[in-house]
C-alpha cells in the first residue's frame, strides 16, 4: 500500500521553462510534507516542505502547493535549469510520535534540456 | 568532511555472506537513520537511533538485519545470511533533532550475487 504515491517516473521539460511535479498521498493523517532531490551516486538532499497549515510555501525558483481535499501537492521550479536535471522525491513524516519515520514516493527523473 | 559518510561505497558479496555497513554522521546530529532503497523504489525506512538506543526498529524486515550504535555516534548495519533480494543502496541519515529535513550520505550500494 503506497502511501505517497509520484505518477510520473519521468518529465523533460526545456531549459527557462516551468518544471511541475506532481505528489499524491492516501494517508489523510499527514501533515507535513517535503521534497528531496537526488543526483546520481549521491544521496537525497533536502529542498522544501510545507506544512498542512499552508497551501503554498515558496523558496526561491521552488514553489510547492497542497491541496489537502485532493490530497495532492505539488513542485513548481520556475526557471528551469539544467543543474536541476535530478531525481526528486515527495516524502511525508507518518506523524503523531513518528515523525522521524519519513514515507517516500518513487520518484520523478526531472531532465531540463538546453 | 562535514557531511554523512558512509562506507563501503560499494560492497559485492556472494549469497548466504556476512556483511557489515558503517555510517558517520555529522557531528553533534542525535538522531541517526537507516534507509533502504531499492532499484526503482523511493528510500524505505529501515531504523532510527535517538543517541544509543534503537528508538524504533518497525522497518528492519526480518531479522537477518540488525543495527548498533554504541557510543551514540557511529553506526554500523549488519546483514547476515545475505540473500540476493537484500541488493540495494542503504542509505544513511541523521539530524541533530526529530525532523524530516534529514541530511543524507552517499550511500553504501548492496549487491548480492
Known amino acids: 500500500d503506497q502511501q505517497v504515491k509520484q505518477n510520473s517516473p519521468s518529465l523533460s521539460v526545456q531549459e527557462g521553462r516551468i518544471s511541475i511535479l506532481n505528489c499524491d498521498y492516501t494517508n489523510s493523517m499527514f501533515d507535513y510534507f517535503l521534497w528531496y532531490k537526488k543526483y546520481p551516486a549521491e544521496g537525497p538532499t533536502f529542498l522544501i516542505s510545507?506544512?498542512?497549515?499552508?497551501d503554498k510555501n515558496e523558496d526561491g525558483r521552488f514553489t510547492v502547493f497542497l491541496n489537502k481535499s485532493a490530497k495532492h501537492l505539488s513542485l513548481h521550479i520556475v526557471p528551469s535549469q539544467p543543474g536541476d536535471s535530478a531525481v526528486y522525491f515527495c516524502?511525508?513524516?507518518?506523524?503523531?510520535?513518528?515523525?522521524?519515520?519519513?514515507?517516500f514516493g518513487k520518484g520523478t527523473l526531472l531532465t531540463v534540456n538546453p | 568532511g562535514a557531511g554523512v559518510s558512509q562506507t563501503p561505497s560499494n560492497k559485492v558479496t556472494e549469497k548466504g555472506k556476512y556483511v557489515e555497513l558503517r555510517c558517520d554522521p555529522i557531528?553533534?546530529?542525535?538522531?541517526l537513520y537507516w534507509y533502504r532503497q531499492s532499484l526503482g523504489q523511493g528510500p524505505e525506512f529501515l531504523i532510527y537511533?535517538?543517541?544509543?538506543?534503537?528508538?524504533?526498529d518497525s522497518g528492519l524486515p526480518n531479522d537477518r538485519f540488525f543495527a548498533v550504535r554504541p557510543e551514540g555516534s557511529v553506526s554500523t548495519l549488519k546483514i547476515q545470511r545475505t540473500e540476493r533480494g537484500d541488493s540495494a543502496v542503504y542509505l544513511c541519515?541523521?539530524?541533530?533533532?526529530?525532523?524530516?529535513?534529514?541530511?543524507f550520505g552517499e550511500g553504501s550500494r548492496l549487491t548480492v550475487l
Open positions: 516524502a511525508a513524516p507518518a506523524g503523531g510520535g513518528s515523525n522521524y519515520k519519513l514515507t
Open positions: 510545507i506544512s498542512s497549515i499552508k
Open positions: 541519515a541523521s539530524s541533530p533533532q526529530i525532523t524530516g529535513e534529514l541530511f
Open positions: 557531528s553533534g546530529h542525535t538522531a
Open positions: 537511533f535517538q543517541g544509543t538506543g534503537a528508538a524504533d
